[in-house]
């Protein structure tokens, strides 16, 4: 694997590692909703992980993500429609597929 692309992976793995230390003290959706704070910054994550993403699949379209198409997206959707975001689907993310997300990435820096 090219550094460049070990790189990305660890900046990936960062961005998770943060909104698992952010969402922490979060034990369900409504204390998510509640906390402007928390939100702004796990959505400043995503952005990360999707950029880093992005940049990942320039490098290496074949590498092995589940859904890298999504994740990209999903940071583009953050960005260029900040007011649309919807916490439930934010939410969902964190719940369902940044676990897997993290296993890929851990896999891949293994």
Not at 29 to 53: C, H, P, S, T, Y
Not at 54 to 64: E, V
């Amino acid at each position: 694997m090219q550094p460049e692309s070990l790189k990305y992976l660890y900046d990936v793995q960062t961005s998770i590692q943060s909104i698992n230390d952010f969402i922490l003290s979060i034990n369900s959706f409504q204390d998510f909703e509640n906390n402007k704070l928390i939100k702004r910054a796990v959505e400043r994550e995503l952005e990360i992980i999707g950029e880093a993403i992005n940049r990942l699949l320039k490098i290496d379209p074949a590498i092995q993500i589940s859904n890298a198409r999504k994740i990209v997206n999903l940071r583009n959707w953050v960005i260029h429609s900040y007011d649309n975001v919807d916490s439930v689907i934010i939410w969902v993310i964190l719940q369902k597929d940044l676990p897997l997300l993290q296993k890929e990435v851990a896999k891949l820096l293994n």
